[in-house]
């Protein structure tokens, strides 16, 4: 994919790096979550560049839990965040913690105190807020701005020992007020926070700062490239500050454009929102973005890295339609599902001149994507289920199904003329009857009649009841958080149907969790882990159509 396009602005970097030998041309990327949320789409194009870019140039990817807010984070999250990755088909050369490093970053600080780069402040967060200035006018310096070096490092020592309350100190970075780059207007770097760390414990009660943190991290390891999203480029001239003021391993930071994808929001705050206040079943619900959810969905990992090769890497943001991301899918489970007959909506359907108790076994294939590969045994006989939607009472001009004297091929089978149907006492047909031409059958049809449609079907007396769970988009609206309000008002209240008795053919009795199928002229499911041995449930992945497909076509 990236041949056909040209090397992407990362690529060209790194290559230009490599071939000036720039770290003994060794590529050392890392992923760098915080174990505060499930991973989600976004997150997963970042993957696939951090992995990417590293397997492509002979180089290795750690993976770096930026744990420096003990509130919010916690251990099943970080469980969540490798099998995640795992499941993508991306390793780690090493597992790390931005708290493994607390030690290191503590002395980091104190080497900037020590070089009288920076003073611990005893004002408020309001009145560190109030003097900070705007882009256009400068901020005020803070009247503790010049402590003795002796006096903060004997204070930053007591802020460790626990001996002040939550934000009655911080330690800052002793920069430029005046700075155009509000990030340089002396930043926070340290604060307390007596707070249980999910790994630390009750060990540290002061915090660095994510911009005392990353870089400080990310140079700790020898990080050669770390890559990041936009929003961060306006910290890279304090990442680099600190580099250049610590002499430590100068880690270069690369920005892109994050990924946006309509009709759903990423924010991991929001997301939690979703399963917190239970507008979803948990993270892993289906209609969810996350990693866990598109999984559980039938989404495949080729698909997903697939889906984030073809968005490519830019350095403008934009919104990518989930159409492609559903196209994506879709061309990937084409190629690996198993067809089966599944009836949603089954009304039955009785073939007057079948033999009565005779059966047959016909053979399907599992895959046309795949000619010469494996058959299965499908039953056959007089009794079958249809879809109701597929007979017409009073056939409209063009209706290539099944009405009173019309023809169809039941698929894998014969052609069938349906001659009769009977109401039942609310006035809903409950039987169909046809007649079915024996010398008709699938693969070696001798009887010369013509027909233009072909149904699906499910032999009765050995039909499985099925659930169905029917997805739609979570919201109603391309970008919810863009909206007036609250994005919670614009969630989509068809976005989950539940389809209680359909029937299956019995194929499907064995299926596992995670068994990926196209139910023919339906779509493509997945079998749920909420199934049982009396009932199988499947999710929608997606419907066959594929609109995104269609427009790129038409254009
Ligand atoms: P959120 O805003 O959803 O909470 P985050 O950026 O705080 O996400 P992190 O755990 O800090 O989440 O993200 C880990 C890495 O994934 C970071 O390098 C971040 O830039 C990247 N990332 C997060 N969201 C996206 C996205 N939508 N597209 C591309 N990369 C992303
Ligand atoms: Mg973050």
Not at 122 to 150: H, L, V, W
Request: glycine share 6%; with cysteine.
């Amino acid at each position: 994919m990236s041949a056909e396009k040209g090397p992407n602005f990362l690529e060209e970097i790194i290559t230009e790096d490599v071939k000036n030998n720039k770290h003994e041309g060794r590529v050392l990327t890392r992923f760098p979550p915080e174990p505060n949320g499930y991973l989600h789409i976004g997150h997963s194009k970042s993957i696939c560049l951090n992995f990417g870019l590293a397997r492509q140039f002979g180089g290795k990817t750690n993976l770096r839990f930026d744990d420096t807010n003990p509130e919010a984070e916690e251990t099943e999250y970080v469980e969540s965040i490798k099998e995640d990755i795992k499941w993508l088909g991306f390793e780690w050369a090493n597992e790390f913690y931005a708290s493994d490093y607390f030690e290191k970053i503590y002395e980091f600080a104190r080497v900037l105190i020590k070089k009288g780069l920076a003073y611990v402040d005893d004002s408020t967060s309001e009145q560190i807020a109030s003097t900070k200035g705007t882009p256009t006018e400068p901020g005020r310096e803070s009247p503790f701005r010049n402590r003795t070096m002796e006096e903060n490092l004997d204070l930053f020592e007591r802020m460790r020992k626990g001996e002040f309350k939550d934000g009655e100190k911080v330690l800052r970075a002793k920069i430029d007020m005046a700075s155009p780059n509000m990030h340089f207007r002396d930043p926070i770097i340290y604060r307390i926070k007596h707070s249980y760390h999910h790994r630390t414990k009750n060990e540290w009660c002061i915090y660095p700062m994510y911009d005392f943190a990353h870089g400080q991290s990310d140079s700790i390891e020898k990080i050669t490239h770390s890559i990041c999203t936009l929003e961060f480029e306006v910290h890279r001239p304090l990442y680099e500050w600190f580099i250049e003021k610590l002499e430590i391993f100068p880690s270069r930071q690369y920005e892109f454009a994050r990924l946006n994808l309509n009709y759903t929001v990423m924010s991991k705050r929001k997301l939690l929102q979703l399963v917190n206040e239970k507008y979803v079943e948990g993270w892993d619900d289906p209609r969810m973005p996350t990693i866990c959810g598109l999984r559980r969905r039938g989404y495949t990992p080729e698909s997903i890295r697939n889906f984030c090769e073809l968005i490519g890497v830019a350095r403008r943001e934009n919104i990518i339609d989930v159409g492609l991301l559903e196209h994506c899918v879709r061309e990937d489970l084409n190629k690996i599902a198993t067809r089966v007959m599944v009836v949603m909506d089954p009304v039955k359907l009785i073939i007057s001149n079948y033999p009565e108790g005779k059966e047959e076994t016909l053979a399907g294939e599992n895959n046309p994507e795949n000619p010469g590969g494996e058959l299965r045994e499908i039953p056959f006989g007089k009794e079958l289920f249809i879809e109701m939607e597929d007979f017409m009472e009073t056939p409209v001009k063009k209706f290539f199904r099944l009405g009173p004297g019309l023809f169809v091929r039941l698929k894998h089978a014969y052609i069938i003329r349906c001659d009769s149907f009977i109401k039942n006492e609310l006035g809903i047909i409950s039987e169909i009857h046809c007649t079915y031409f024996p010398e008709s059958k699938s693969g070696n049809d001798k009887s010369g009649i013509a027909v233009k449609g072909v149904i699906h079907w499910v032999f009765a007396p050995q039909a499985i009841r099925v659930e169905m769970r029917l997805y739609d988009r979570l919201f109603k609206v391309e970008n919810p958080s863009a909206e007036e309000g609250d994005f919670k008002d614009y969630l989509n209240p068809a976005s989950l149907e539940i389809i209680s008795n359909a029937v299956a053919e019995p194929f499907l009795k064995k299926s596992k969790t995670g068994d990926k199928f196209q139910f023919i002229r339906k779509g493509y499911f997945c079998v749920d882990y909420e199934s049982s041995s009396e009932k199988i449930i499947f999710n929608r992945t997606v419907p066959l159509k594929d609109g995104w497909g269609k427009e790129q076509k038409k254009n």
